[in-house]
């Protein structure tokens, strides 16, 4: 079956950076949106990032210029740079896939396959 394992998240100050990581397995992934969500205590879950099959990214208005979103096809991974991070960005953060077509890559509910999620704390 599909998995989607996080690793990398953490306590950083503000200012700091972080570097999340998401190992996919049981699907092509090759042929997979990535993407990035992360959701705050008592918020909705929020779109962060996406990066689609040929190695495009996108970015909510709120981490565009800071976070980097990356892929490696050769070790079926997904990656999150988080740099100058703020206390704002502290969350759960989760890699989702998507096979095939999507409707809008920024909806949670576009995605079928889900990981468990990396704790990031930011201190002021």
């Known amino acids: 079956q599909v998995q989607l394992v996080e690793s990398g998240g953490g306590l950083v100050q503000a200012g700091g950076s972080l570097r999340l990581s998401c190992a996919a397995s049981?699907?092509?992934?090759?042929?997979?949106?990535m993407a990035w969500f992360r959701q705050a205590p008592g918020k909705e879950r929020e779109f962060v990032a996406v990066?689609?099959?040929?190695?495009?990214?996108y970015y909510s208005d709120s981490v565009a210029g800071r976070f980097t979103i990356s892929r490696d096809h050769a070790k079926n991974s997904v990656y999150l740079e988080l740099n100058n991070l703020k206390p704002e960005d502290t969350a759960v953060y989760s890699c989702?896939?998507?096979?095939?077509?999507?409707?809008?890559?920024?909806?949670?509910?576009?995605?079928?396959?889900w990981g468990q999620g990396t704790q990031v704390t930011v201190s002021y």
């Open positions: 989702a896939a998507k096979i095939g077509t999507i409707a809008d890559v920024r909806r949670a509910g576009d995605y079928a396959y």
């Open positions: 990066i689609t099959r040929t190695g495009v990214g």
């Open positions: 049981g699907l092509t992934f090759s042929t997979a949106f």
